[in-house]
């Protein structure tokens, strides 16, 4: 597995501000992913952050409000811009650890909340 | 149809019984599938990989019905500190990986 850890752990900020949530990983990984979590739901996949090359975005999570950054093999950055009430959530990161499979290890998440 | 599909319960069980959650998924190309649990406020941690032929680790047994698209998980002799939600996921295999979490099933184990 892997050790992640993700900064700040939680925070309250004022709609039309932006955060930048950062994921720290101990080794180096391929791919980084950056997830969802809304109050009493499960997990939603926002992007795949690759090292080198822009992220990936699912349906419905675009650049402009969700811009990520790779710089190397070991971090990443997610920022929530220009945010309202609706963005409040938990945000995880996760890594994929190549074992033969594609097992994904989760960062202690980020709660957001949105005033 | 979801993607993954499980039903939320909870399952209110006593110390020491056997329970069973399923789960079912749309995409028949799906390669990998997993079960995590995630504790209250706590992220998810992965419990087990679900294996073609079925696999067991300890008290917990998964298996994969391929024709069915679906996917079990059993946990014998429940102990208090199961209690928690656990989450079918899938990966879809869209070329790269992907998994789809289920809302998953929330567990309590009752003295």
């Known amino acids: 597995s892997a050790v992640i850890s993700q900064k700040p752990s939680r925070d309250i900020c004022q709609r039309g501000t932006s955060l930048t949530i950062q994921c720290q990983v101990d080794s180096q990984v391929t791919m980084m992913f950056w997830y969802r979590q809304q109050p009493g739901q499960s997990l939603t996949l926002i992007a795949t952050?690759?090292?080198?090359?822009?992220?990936?975005?699912e349906s419905g999570f675009v650049i402009d409000k969700f811009p990520i950054s790779r710089p190397n093999l070991t971090f990443s950055t997610l920022t929530v811009s220009n945010m309202s009430p609706e963005d409040s959530s938990i945000y995880l990161c996760?890594?994929?650890?190549?074992?033969?499979?594609?097992?994904?290890?989760f960062g202690p998440g980020t709660r957001l909340l949105v005033l | 149809r979801k993607e993954v599909e499980q039903d939320p319960g909870p399952f209110n069980v006593p110390e020491g019984a056997t329970v069973a959650f399923n789960c079912t998924y749309s995409n028949s190309a799906s390669q990998s599938f997993f079960w995590y649990r995630q504790d209250c406020r706590k992220e998810p941690k992965l419990l087990m990989s679900v294996y073609s032929s079925g696999n067991e680790d300890g008290r917990f047994t998964a298996q994969l019905n391929r024709a069915s698209q679906y996917i079990s998980l059993l946990i014998r002799d429940s102990k208090l500190s199961d209690s928690a939600t656990y989450l079918c996921v899938v990966n879809m295999n869209t070329g790269f990986q992907k998994l789809v979490f289920g809302t998953g099933t929330r567990l309590l184990v009752s003295p």
């Open positions: 996760s890594v994929s650890i190549s074992t033969g499979g594609e097992t994904q290890y």
């Open positions: 952050a690759n090292q080198g090359s822009e992220a990936t975005y």
